[in-house]
């Protein structure tokens, strides 16, 4: 047994540390917290100062026994975990499950794992800071306060199996708020004016210096200076300079990771903390852009080696960022002079990235020269003018230059040719074309952490998390968009004649961007409604500060949240019982068929649009709003046209071809089969010939998917597939398993191993999602209704759906229970009454 017990949060930063230390020295992982709050109820004594109730992880016993055992044979045991505040708090929770001696506890930590910075920990050993500890603690009982109050008062609300969160709320407000912003843009239009001038051999391009609101007025000013000539006016030349950025913090290295390379990011963190725990970066969890003096020395080495020394140029920045917290340095190679890696591509890239911004942070100026060029107008005060920027010494760029988000407005490059005051020159053509201000940009997931960055909401440690958080719960949806067309108008000036045309453009394209869903919109304006002082930003970001301020000892951690509850709690229960059911409905108009009044709104299973009132005596009909329709965004057509499903197109082989709207999508049925409608096909518009493409083209592609059939069992097929071939039986797919080979298996082997993968029995019971809401609200008032609640929309749904389910037989018990939040309401769902009876009376 060694005398030293190293204990860290990550099994290869322990493999990292062990090689830089002998053998008196053993290391070993927690695999991350191996204590928490239960996931099943509140876990906090809110009458006893809020004391956290932890538990240890069930995944963990075996690992907290094994280096119990271990931490009571050695000499010393050293906790060696992350520096930050969630560091910390596994260091504390370590020390606190295993019993440790404090007397023969030591806590070390390090920006870098290097043997350099493990050494020197060892030689500086401290104590835990509990103040850390305490600032990590606050914000873990604040949200689970936050949402395990409010989440339940969503599910009575609003839906079932909702959350909430403090920090999460939040970003998912920025992108509605955005989303509403783009929904009231009004565009506009205006005309510039450029002109293309020869001198000579030499060309150059030049805009006017004024813009004109119509047509009008630009076909006027083109007709004034048909017959004018340009001369060339006034010339600026301008030296400047451009400075390099600073290394990157947890922030700017996702954002510049998403733009360069197009990473997630939840990508950037999970490549960064391997090139951690390899010991190749300093900590990745960073809001500093300080720079060591060691560090400063190699980087000024490399770059006077590699470059040169009239490229080098030390400096240290300053951090900006709002509340910043964390001492260690910023995000920078350990060893300057390692210019590349090894190991997969995704961490090579990551890595250079990293490498080149903190060596061009350390590199010397670039020297511009921006040129001005202004052209007269003979007859006219207008004058074009053109722009040039020239680099004269390169410095930093020669390494790395900083890119922007795409709303972002492009300097003018490029050089411009030698010319003359008084020069003549002669126009090839002037062009005035009709531009349209653009509508706010929508958030990339980037450009979202610099704005929670902005406005000091979360830390290093939360933006990650906080995005990945909002897009699993179905707030937000990150997709790409394509490009629509539109027409403007195009005069151009050339030989003294005008020509107007109208010409098309694309505009409009989206990628990667975040978009709200119907349930993201719905859930934030009953939040504003009700809890506007939760979500409010200034209250978001002064939290953090009194987190920053309790990390330094300033505050006590649990008179913070007394503070808060005393006021949070009471408004809960008031809006508990003043408030009744947010379903976010839209009156559209009226049905002119029944005269009855249309709405959209937000139901058991999604968007859906509903003809009637709920209180009439004839129980209102629903309907599934289409991909990528919005309740907000649907019109009252559009809205009824969803009611003409199941449609009847016409017959095939004396077979009915029926197009209709599922669960999963709009589909068409043929000869009992399921066919999925793309989805840039509008089902409303899908004709007979229409529809049988789509039958043809599904059973084309099924033809060329099977590998392998069998004589002796029709039924029996071997089916390639997204992850490998797979084994296809009676309606039901089995893996082939990893090692086989399927062109060499007979019938009788690939149904032995069908026998071994036997089906399961169909799940007579509440998804887990659905058995934990239940849990909680036994204990807590605001959700003791929602089961009630639940089945009179499982009933109204079930009664008067006007849709069927295209996928019900190829979906188990298993699945459908996992995305309901009953196994009743799943059932509710099926395809015809007999099945929706025997259903029923399982679940029963």
């Known amino acids: 047994m060694a005398k030293n017990l190293v204990i860290v949060e990550s099994p290869a930063k322990a493999k990292t540390i062990e090689k830089f230390l002998g053998k008196d020295f053993q290391v070993l992982s927690s695999y991350g917290h191996v204590r928490d709050l239960q996931k099943e109820d509140l876990s906090i004594d809110v009458k006893n100062g809020f004391k956290p109730l932890y538990i240890i992880l069930p995944d963990k016993q075996k690992i907290v026994s094994e280096l119990k055992k271990l931490s009571k044979q050695a000499e010393t045991t050293w906790l060696a975990t992350d520096e930050d505040r969630e560091g910390e708090a596994i260091a504390w929770h370590l020390a606190e499950a295993l019993n440790l001696d404090i007397k023969k506890t030591k806590r070390i930590v390090f920006h870098e794992i290097t043997k350099t910075a493990i050494l020197e920990a060892i030689e500086n050993p401290r104590?835990?800071?509990?103040?850390?500890?305490?600032?990590?603690?606050?914000?873990?009982?604040?949200?689970?306060?936050?949402?395990?109050?409010?989440?339940?008062l969503l599910w009575k609300k609003v839906k079932p199996a909702l959350s909430a969160g403090r920090v999460q709320s939040v970003a998912v407000r920025l992108i509605v708020e955005r989303e509403d912003d783009i929904n009231q843009f009004t565009s506009t239009s205006e005309f510039r004016v450029n002109g293309l001038f020869e001198a000579g051999k030499d060309s150059l391009n030049a805009e006017l210096n004024e813009r004109f609101e119509n047509e009008r007025e630009s076909m006027m000013f083109l007709d004034k200076i048909k017959d004018s000539a340009f001369s060339v006016g006034k010339i600026e030349i301008k030296p400047g300079t451009r400075n390099p950025a600073p290394p990157f913090t947890t922030s700017t290295l996702q954002q510049e990771a998403a733009r360069k390379l197009g990473f997630s990011v939840s990508q950037t963190m999970t490549i960064a903390q391997q090139l951690y725990e390899a010991g190749l970066i300093t900590y990745m969890r960073t809001d500093s852009v300080n720079l060591s003096k060691l560090a400063i020395g190699t980087i000024k080495e490399e770059?006077?080696?590699?470059?040169?020394?009239?490229?080098?140029?030390?400096?240290?920045f300053a951090t900006k960022s709002k509340g910043a917290q964390?001492?260690?340095?910023?995000?920078?190679?350990?060893?300057?002079?390692?210019?590349?890696i090894e190991g997969p591509a995704a961490q090579k890239k990551l890595y250079e990235l990293i490498w080149k911004r903190t060596v061009a942070s350390q590199m010397s100026e670039a020297k511009i020269e921006r040129t001005s060029i202004q052209i007269d107008i003979s007859g006219a005060q207008q004058y074009f003018v053109a722009r040039g920027e020239v680099i004269i010494f390169d410095g930093f760029l020669k390494v790395y230059e900083e890119s922007r988000d795409d709303d972002a407005s492009d300097e003018d490059k490029g050089q411009l040719p030698k010319l003359k005051e008084g020069q003549k020159l002669s126009s090839q053509n002037i062009v005035a074309e009709q531009r349209f201000s653009q509508q706010p940009p929508r958030y990339s997931e980037a450009s979202l952490v610099k704005k929670l960055e902005d406005l000091g909401i979360g830390r290093p440690s939360t933006y990650a998390p906080t995005i990945s958080t909002i897009q699993r719960r179905e707030y937000v949806i990150k997709e790409s968009r394509q490009p629509v067309e539109r027409k403007y108008i195009s005069l151009v000036l050339a030989k003294g004649a005008i020509k107007r045309t109208v010409e098309t453009e694309k505009f409009g394209s989206e990628k990667n961007k975040l978009f709200p869903t119907d349930l993201g919109?719905?859930?934030?304006?009953?939040?504003?409604?009700?809890?506007?002082?939760?979500?409010?930003?200034?209250?978001?970001?002064?939290?953090e500060k009194d987190f920053d301020e309790i990390a330094d000892g300033k505050k006590k951690w649990n008179v913070?949240?007394?503070?808060?509850?005393?006021?949070?709690?009471?408004?809960?229960?008031?809006?508990?019982?003043?408030?009744?059911?947010?379903?976010?409905?839209?009156?559209?108009?009226?049905?002119?068929?029944t005269k009855k009044n249309v709405y959209t709104k937000?139901?058991?299973?999604?968007?859906?649009?509903?003809?009637?009132?709920s209180t009439d005596e004839e129980k209102p009909r629903f309907a599934g709003l289409l991909k990528g329709q919005t309740i907000d965004g649907v019109t009252l057509e559009e809205a009824l046209a969803l009611f003409c499903f199941p449609k009847i197109l016409g017959e095939?082989?004396?077979?009915?071809?029926?197009?209709s709207v599922g669960r999963f999508g709009p589909y068409v049925r043929f000869e009992g089969k399921f066919y999925s409608i793309p989805r840039d096909i509008n089902p409303t518009q899908v004709n007979l010939a229409t529809a049988l493409e789509i039958v043809a083209n599904k059973q084309e592609k099924d033809r060329n998917s099977v590998l392998k059939t069998f004589k002796e069992d029709a039924e029996l097929q071997i089916v390639k597939g997204r992850f490998g071939p797979y084994i296809k039986y009676k309606g039901k797919n089995y893996p082939l398993g990893k090692g086989r080979k399927y062109d060499?298996?007979?019938?009788?082997e690939i149904l032995e191993i069908v026998k071994e993968h036997p089906e399961k029995p169909a799940r007579n019971q509440k998804s887990a999602k659905a058995s934990k809401a239940k849990k909680f609200a036994v204990k807590d008032k605001p959700a003791t209704k929602k089961k009630a609640t639940t089945s009179t929309a499982k009933k109204t749904t079930a009664k008067k759906t006007t849709t069927e389910n295209p996928t019900a037989e190829k979906t188990t018990a298993k699945k459908t229970t996992a995305k309901k939040t009953t196994a009743k309401k799943a059932t509710a769902k099926k395809t015809t009454a007999k099945k929706a009876t025997v259903a029923k009376t399982k679940t029963k």
């Open 326 to 340: 964390e001492a260690h340095e910023a995000i920078r190679p350990t060893y300057a002079s390692n210019r590349e």
């Open 127 to 152: 104590s835990l800071d509990v103040n850390l500890v305490d600032a990590q603690q606050a914000r873990r009982v604040l949200d689970r306060l936050v949402g395990y109050r409010l989440s339940p």
């Open 652 to 659: 095939s082989d004396g077979n009915e071809v029926v197009v």
């Open 521 to 543: 919109i719905i859930v934030t304006k009953f939040l504003i409604e009700h809890f506007l002082n939760i979500i409010d930003y200034n209250f978001t970001a002064n939290i």
């Open 560 to 593: 913070l949240i007394a503070n808060f509850y005393k006021d949070f709690d009471p408004q809960v229960i008031n809006i508990d019982k003043t408030t009744g059911k947010y379903h976010g409905e839209r009156l559209l108009g009226v049905d002119p068929a």
């Open 303 to 316: 770059i006077e080696k590699s470059f040169g020394p009239e490229y080098s140029k030390s400096r240290q």
């Open 602 to 613: 937000l139901g058991p299973f999604g968007p859906m649009a509903q003809i009637g009132e």
């Open 744 to 748: 060499t298996l007979s019938c009788a």
